[in-house]
Every structure is written in C-alpha cells, then in structure tokens.
C-alpha cells in the first residue's frame, strides 16, 4: 500500500521513490551533454570539418534507438540494476556478471577521470592548487551529496544540467544574432555559407573538406560525447510515476540531439571558418569571443566545470545502485544490499567513492596524464554497454513473441531492422579504434580487461555459496514484474532468499 507521502514511498528494493519529472528530464539532458561536446568537438572539427554536424547527427540517431530499446525493457520490469539485471535475464548469469561489474568498473573510472578535469578546470583559476586537492574536495562532496535523500541528488543534478542548457542556448541565441544582424567583432565573417564555402589548402574544402576518412574518424570523437545518455535507465526504479516520465524523457531525446549537438556546432561554425577552431581549445570558448561575451574563457570553464562534477555525480549514483543489486543477486558482498535511513545504498555509495580515489593518486603521481590514461578504456566500454542493451532487447522481443513474457507497452519501432543495424554500427566503432592512434590503448587493453571479469564470474561462482541467487530463474525468487507498485515500508515486501 503507498502512503500519501511520496517521499516516504520504496520500490521492493528499498529505495525511495523521490525523483520527479522535472528531475529526471534534466537527468536526461545532463546525461546527453558531456565535456564531450564542450571540449572533444574542437578536435572533431579538426578531423571532420562541418561534415561533424552530420556524425553527430548520425551517432545521435543511433543512441536514440538505444534508448529506446533500454526504454522498452523499463517499461517491462524497471529494476535497481537496469540493464545487467537484465543481461542476467534474458542472455545468462555471465553477461550480467560481466556487464553488471564491467559497468561499475567503467563508471569508476569516468567519474577518476571527472574529478581529474575538475581539477584541471579550478587550475584555470587557481593554479596553485596541487590538482590532486581539487580532485579530493570534489570526491568528497560529491560522496556527501549521495548520501542524502535521492531528491537532493535529483536536485543537484537539475541544476548542474541547467547550467548547461543555458550556455548552449545563450551560445546559439548570440551566435544566431551575428549571424543574422552582423553584431560583434565576428558579424564581418560570420554565415552560414561557412559550413560549405570554405576552401582550405590541403583539403577537398565544401561541407567534408577531409571526405569519408574524416567522417569516419570523427565518429568515435561523437561516440564519447553521448557517454552517459544510457544513465537514464539507472533512475527508473527510483522515479515517481515513471510509466509516463520516462517514456516522455526517452523521446525527447531527438529534440536534445538536434538543438545540443546540431544547432550548437551549426552555428559554432557559421560564426567562425572551422578552419580556425583548433583540437586542444573548446570551440565554444573560442566562439563566445568572437561573439563579445567578456571573460568567455572563464564562463565556459565553469560550464564545463560543472558538467564534470555532474557526471561524477551520475556515476556515484548508478555504481551505488548497481553495487546493491550485484549484492541482491549474490555476486557482491552482501553489505553491499542495504540502505541507510534515507532509503539510500549508503555502504555502496562509500565504496564506489572510496574506489574513485584512485584517480585522486593518478592525480598526485602523473597529473598530465590521468585523463588520457583513464579515458581510453571507458569508450570501449559504452560500446559493450550499449551492445548488451539492444542483444537484451532482441532476446527479451523472442521471448514475447513466443508468450513466455508480457509485450512492453513502450516499444522500439522497426526493431527487427534497427536493433540488428546498431549492433553492426557499434562493431564498426570498434574497428574504427584500431585504426586511431590514441583510441588504440583501449583495444590493447580488452584482453586483459575480459580476462577479469570473466575470471571474477567463475571464481565467484566456484567460491560464493550466494552465487546461485545470481542463477535463478526469474520470476522464481524476487523477479521484481511488480516494481510499479511501490510500498511504505522495506519490511512489507522483503524479496525470499
């Protein structure tokens, strides 16, 4: 039974139900802008010229029928550990193993590599504070701020969100005005024939002066800038009225895609030759000074600032809520399945945190390159990620066709075309990484990073007595089909062991 306090109302795993639907459409905003796009487009830029529009666009694409694959198995059975609670399911007890700690493993080193910029970003101001100070300060904060109710963390993450919204509207609303009206030390140049005019020796000059092999190597750059989107999936159990916030939150993600990533780098380019944006500089820093807004270097900082510590955030609230449920399923220690008086996993929260101060050390011993070192690996990741979200789709489709399950009412159209194409696209990301120089490291990496986790499921299944919940059949033991029903009380619905 729910009580008339929402704040008071738990899923069956005895978490709260206390983020909104203004929370959670800023959860999906924020997820779907990264330092991605503030400061990796400048080298996408470099690769791809204004064609760049065109790969986010088409990477955009794609990750919205991610999203909605991910979307559909919400609307089925929203669960604290989303998607490797249902690799678990629906493709066997391994992949969620492999999925369920390669993705905490994977968010632990974004949120080293989060607090890492931080520190880069408050050295802007403040260069004479050691690096490995700010990425301490940030960490514990942000450790603090998970172990409040989870509306505070939906609050917080309103606002970080809301930061950037403002900027790239602002970026867009100026830049269109010099383009239109020939204001500011920029409206001599700027329009939006710069996106096909331009000639620049060396190049084939037009919209894709660098052609195909520029496309396709910008594609990756646009990959890592949609890392996050898939958190979404990891606020379902905890939201209120989620059967219609979500599937509202999922859809508008085109809309985002369109006015973030296209219409920003539209007019980035029209305001300035793209010839003149450069790999190592933001290119919304860059633009804000050619437009006039005074101390555009500072203000874009603290944006981007910003969007670091809310992604560190995000990924203290995800690994939080997918260490409690490898814990459920008998593959984490079992402290790690409570929650403290705030219906928050509190001793998972610690020690998500208490991992990420690894990428404090990396900070102390080699400063210059704890993000490049760390970066690496978490793309090749969200691939895995976002491969295991649509295989579990098309296995839960055959499963519903055959009526063993219930048909989701949140469905991904075309899916017997669209799942199998993302399938392909994300392998050829892969292929494109072998080729590139810098995304290299992560493959030279795979080997050892299956060896462990693949490793870590059968240790854990020979030596964890609890290992055989993780086996069980769903719809046996706490299958969870009745999440949509909240209750008052932990008490009233304790899962059978």
Known sequence: MATSNKSEELTEDGLALGLTARHIRMIAVGGSIGVGLFLGSGKGISIAGPALILVYALVGAFIFIIMR??????????????????????LGPAYGFVTGWGYWITWTLIGMTEITAAGIFVNFWFPEIPQWVTALVA???????????VGAFGEAEFWFASIKVIAIVGLILGG???????????GDNASFSN??????EGTAGGFAPFGIVGVLFAIQIAVFSYQGAELLGMTASETQNRRKVIPKAINSVPFRIVLFYVGSLTILMSVIEWSQFTGNQSPFVQALEQIGIPAAAGLMNFVVLTSALSSCSSGLFSNARLLKRLATDGVAPKVFDSTNRHHVPAASVLASGGFMLFGVLLNAIVPEQAFQYLLAVCSLAALWTWGIIVATQMAYRRKVAKGLLPASDFKLPAAKIL???TLVFLAGVVVLMAFDEGSRVALYALPFWAIAL????FLSKKFNPRHAIFERPVGTVNSGHDDFMPTTAKAERKPTR
């Open 176 to 186: 269109l005005a010099v383009i239109l009206f020939g204001i500011g030390p920029a």
């Open 195 to 200: 996106l096909w005019n331009l000639n620049v």
């Open 419 to 421: 799942a199998p194409a």
């Open 69 to 90: 694959a991910l979307g559909e198995l919400l609307m089925y059975r929203p669960v604290s550990g989303s998607f490797a609670e249902y690799a678990r399911e629906f």
């Open 454 to 457: 693949v490793g870590g499921y």
């Open 139 to 149: 960490l514990v904060a942000l450790v603090l701020l998970n172990l409040l109710k």
